[in-house]
């Protein structure tokens, strides 16, 4: 067979291969005949807890496939603030001015954690997470950048938003596989689990779809002084908000020198934007001890984990969009 042949003979190989029944036409060989539909999203943040929170917010409302149908303000316990719902309005209020932004809605969730798994706290949020999950509108995704007080008290008042296309993406737990926490355990519950737990079970034993990014993946998510300062320092009042809070929260919490914060509620919208950027394992999801410990979960229940995202991605796409709407401003 000379060379010639050998290749008329692949080529052939290919085309069956690709005409055959291993490989038929699926939906998605299909043109566009319109545009595809913007993701419908709801974020649902505990904004003022600390400094992260305003990038993923901000990193939401500056992207053109998102429609933002609501921000939601989460507590976030009472370590930091008696008020901390009320500071995540604030903060978010803050951040929608600094972007211009009027035509989104926002909405209070609940102002703490739930009293127990069966007794949700009615809120305006939960209403608007109910109101959007219920709609015939196509797949919803809730984003949770703090702990989960208000998607379970969405579950509990309506119980049928299992059966609707609804993800909720939650920013929290600890990780999995005997692997040690920010400090090895010393520094009590992972945060967000913390702030709390009663409403970690609700959902996860619900049966509603969750996306869970655990500390273990959200620390790795760092960003150093000089690199915010180079890439959006100098990106107008937005920009130079971004930066100045993240190091005034440094300079006020952290007890050791420190030139960088993990940006770890980013991921939420880096799904959003890009579900094939994570590395995904679905396991059974467990229930949380009081203590903060994994224990087992409701029999059947699955929980997808993300193990790592593709953070040169997220965090360039978010440093460009900024620096362009700095540019646009
Ligand atoms: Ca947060």
Excluded at 127 to 138: F, K, T, V, W, Y
Excluded at 172 to 193: Q, S, V
Excluded at 213 to 235: A, D, F, N
Excluded at 299 to 317: K, N
Aim: aromatic share 6%; charged share 25%; proline share 7%.
């Amino acid at each position: 067979m000379t060379q010639n042949d050998q290749a008329a003979a692949v080529s052939a190989l290919a085309r069956a291969r690709q005409t055959s029944s291993l490989n038929p036409p699926i939906e998605r060989d299909v043109p566009n005949r319109t545009p595809p539909p913007r993701h419908r999203v709801i974020i649902d943040t505990d904004a003022a807890n600390e400094a992260d929170d305003q990038f993923a917010i901000v990193h939401a409302l500056l992207s053109p496939t998102l429609d933002v149908r609501g921000v939601v303000s989460a507590h976030f316990g009472l370590r930091r603030s008696a008020t901390s719902l009320a500071d995540s309005r604030a903060e978010i209020e803050r951040l929608m001015t600094l972007l211009g932004e009027t035509v989104t809605p926002v909405a209070d969730g609940a102002p703490t954690w739930i009293p127990d798994e069966r007794t949700p706290i009615d809120s305006e949020g939960a209403r608007l997470m109910i109101a959007e999950g219920m709609a015939e509108h196509g797949p919803l995704t809730i984003g949770v950048l703090g702990p989960l007080s208000t998607v379970a008290s969405a579950l509990l008042i309506e119980p049928r938003l299992v059966e609707r296309d609804v993800t909720v993406v939650w920013i929290g737990g600890p990780p999995y596989d005997g692997l040690l926490g920010r400090t090895g355990g010393d520094a009590g519950i992972e945060f967000n689990l913390s702030n709390d737990i009663a409403a970690a079970n609700v959902v996860l034993g619900s049966g509603i779809r969750v996306v869970q990014v655990p500390e273990s993946t959200y620390r790795m998510c760092s960003v150093g002084y000089h690199e915010l300062r180079e890439k959006i320092g100098r990106s107008g009042p937005l920009g130079q908000y971004l930066v100045q809070q993240l190091v005034d929260w440094n300079d006020r919490w952290n007890g050791e020198a420190i030139e960088r914060r993990s940006l770890g509620d980013s991921p939420a919208v880096g799904l959003m934007l890009n579900r094939g950027g994570g590395v995904l394992r679905e396991r059974p999801a467990p229930r949380f001890s009081e203590d903060g410990s994994l224990a087992d979960g409701v029999p059947g229940r699955s929980v997808v984990v993300v193990e790592s995202f593709d953070t040169r991605y997220l965090f360039e796409d978010m440093f460009a969009k900024i620096r362009a709407f700095a540019r646009r401003s």
